[in-house]
């Protein structure tokens, strides 16, 4: 490898007017894919001086021991440049130098230096201790449930109604119209419909009711009617499914909304559930239901629709109410241990944000340093940045 002399640039000029930048460093970047090198210098003394005639720098890059390339032009005062166009399994060396009106004064050359990957950032340590915790405990929550032993799962109401308002379609004899959303099956909260249709419909098929879901997603309708097959089978009565149960309608959404709201009121059902992802239809067709004398039981994540729901239905499900069903339906051990240890991740969210209040009023009203020095600490460990 050919060294290069950088006084080559300095002879080529009339004359040297500024005093070169001074302990200059390379030195890989930190907790990245190995590809970007950080320089750090003093500046010319030149620079430092209240009517310095420095005017700016200029970067130097030598690759694999080739000819110097300028790579930035960076303004007087200047101490750090972050070089984010090297390559891993290459040798890198750098000069600055100091610019005036007349001459550039380079500095020393840096050692050659090669980027490198580092697979963990320890920097986000916190990320991983936060993530084994929340990971250590799904894990127990899921063997203590498949040991047998009752996990505690607070009630919410309208899970508690599906059996009832299943039965009271039964005993009237009037059938359960089942709104899984608009959206597509790329939205979590359809999924989280499906789920729940799953157990709706294995009741359907043991009390022998019959169940209309007008769908605006051919996918929709694909998966609900596999739903719906399945629950039969289960049940032992996979003759009396029928395709005609799921049917698609359109995409446009007041189309579907028209299209709901006359199967509403044709067909009087006794149950509705709306479950999934709403948005303006959501009032129209909660108002049209509550109009029929249906027992409604809705749920969305969308905050915006939610206060029309607990306005025009009889049970709503807030938020992750909607995720929780499945795992509260089913007692399945894998869905209650995982419900399980996202509640363990909410209390430690909990007891932070708790702790962090009380130390930073504490430490602000009695000017404590050691309070104020745990919160620092504490938001530190938090902060994934």
């Keep these: 490898m050919t060294d290069f002399d950088t006084t080559k640039i300095a002879s080529d000029l009339e004359k040297v007017v500024v005093a070169p930048v001074s302990s200059l460093i390379a030195s890989d970047h930190k907790y990245d894919n190995g590809e970007s090198i950080d320089l750090l210098w003093v500046p010319s003394i030149d620079d430092r001086l209240v009517n310095g005639k420095v005017i700016g720098y200029k970067v130097y890059r030598i690759e694999d021991g080739g000819?110097?390339?300028m790579i930035a032009e960076l303004a007087s005062g200047s101490n750090a440049y972050n070089d984010q166009s090297v390559e891993r399994g290459k040798l890198y060396s750098y000069f600055v130098s100091a610019l005036s009106s007349s001459a550039e004064t380079p500095s020393t050359k840096t050692a050659s230096i090669e980027p490198q990957k580092e697979w963990l950032n320890f920097k986000l340590i916190n990320v991983l201790i936060i993530a084994l915790v929340?990971?250590?405990?799904?894990i127990y929550f899921i063997e203590t449930a498949r040991r047998g032993k009752k996990l505690f799962v607070r009630k919410i109401a309208g899970l508690e109604a599906v059996d009832d308002a299943i039965g009271r379609a039964t005993e009237m004899g009037?059938?359960?119209?089942f709104i899984p959303g608009i959206l597509d099956m790329d939205d979590v909260q359809t999924l989280a419909a499906l789920t729940i249709l799953g157990r709706v419909a294995r009741m359907i098929a043991d009390y022998d009711t019959k169940i209309f879901m007008p769908v605006s997603r051919s996918l929709v309708m694909t998966a609900a009617r596999e739903t719906i097959k399945a629950s039969y089978q289960a049940a032992g009565r996979p003759d009396a499914y029928s395709d005609d149960a799921v049917t698609y309608v359109t995409d446009e959404q007041f189309g579907y909304v028209a299209a709901v709201d006359g199967i509403m009121v044709r067909e009087k059902p006794a149950t509705c559930f709306l479950l999934g992802a709403f948005f303006a239809e959501s009032l129209i067709l909660a108002e049209t239901g509550n109009s029929v004398g249906a027992i409604q039981i809705a749920g969305t994540a969308r905050p915006a629709q939610l206060p029309f729901f607990i306005a025009a239905c009889d049970f709503t499900l807030?938020?992750?109410?909607?995720?929780?069903?499945?795992?509260?339906?089913?007692?399945?051990?894998k869905q209650l241990g995982s419900l399980k240890g996202q509640d363990v991740g909410k209390a430690i969210a909990m007891i932070a944000i708790l702790i962090g209040v009380l130390t930073v009023t504490i430490g602000e009203v009695w000017n404590v340093g050691w309070i104020?020095?745990?919160?620092?600490?504490?938001?530190?460990?938090?902060?994934?940045?």
């Excluded at 929340?134 to 799904?138: D, E, Q, R, S, Y």
């Excluded at 104020?372 to 940045?385: C, D, G, H, N, P």
């Design 67 to 69: 000819e110097p390339q």
């Design 134 to 138: 929340l990971g250590g405990a799904v």
């Design 174 to 177: 009037r059938p359960i119209l």
């Design 318 to 333: 807030i938020g992750e109410e909607l995720f929780a069903a499945s795992a509260y339906l089913s007692d399945e051990p």
């Design 372 to 385: 104020q020095s745990i919160t620092t600490k504490l938001m530190e460990m938090f902060s994934t940045k």
